[in-house]
């Protein structure tokens, strides 16, 4: 098993997250020519606020069984989620622009 079950699990798959958008979107800022392939992973992590937004406010259906609704619930997981998401592409991309700016300086 990759990661033991415990406290630091979510942790841990939430750093494996970052690591391999940031991954990606790294290797997409340096080898993609074309800019719309470049901001794929970030057109994707705006697609994915848009669902769980939506999931969020019940559009996709409503389901209450408590204090908190099911799809309140839903779409506060998906948004952590995608917010793992943004932090590894938005990285990426600062990295990105730091290579670029001190390359182009020197």
């Known amino acids: 098993m990759l990661v033991a079950f415990g406290e630091l699990t979510p942790l ?7 690591t391999a958008l940031f991954v990606t979107q790294l290797l997409l800022c ?3 020519r074309s800019r719309v392939l ?3 992973p970030v057109l994707l992590v705006m697609a994915g606020l848009l669902y769980s937004g939506a999931t969020y406010a019940g559009l996709f259906g409503s ?3 408590g204090a908190i609704s099911g799809n309140q619930l ?4 998906c ?8 932090f590894g592409v938005a990285l990426a ?6 290579v670029m ?3 182009d300086r020197y």
């Open 74 to 77: 839903a779409g506060l997981i």
């Open 30 to 32: 340096f080898r993609a």
């Open 101 to 103: 700016f001190a390359v």
């Open 63 to 65: 389901y209450s069984a």
């Open 12 to 18: 841990a798959w939430g750093l494996v997250g970052v």
């Open 93 to 98: 991309w600062l990295v990105y622009g730091v």
């Open 79 to 86: 948004a952590i989620v995608v917010g793992i998401a943004a």
């Open 38 to 40: 470049r901001s794929m």
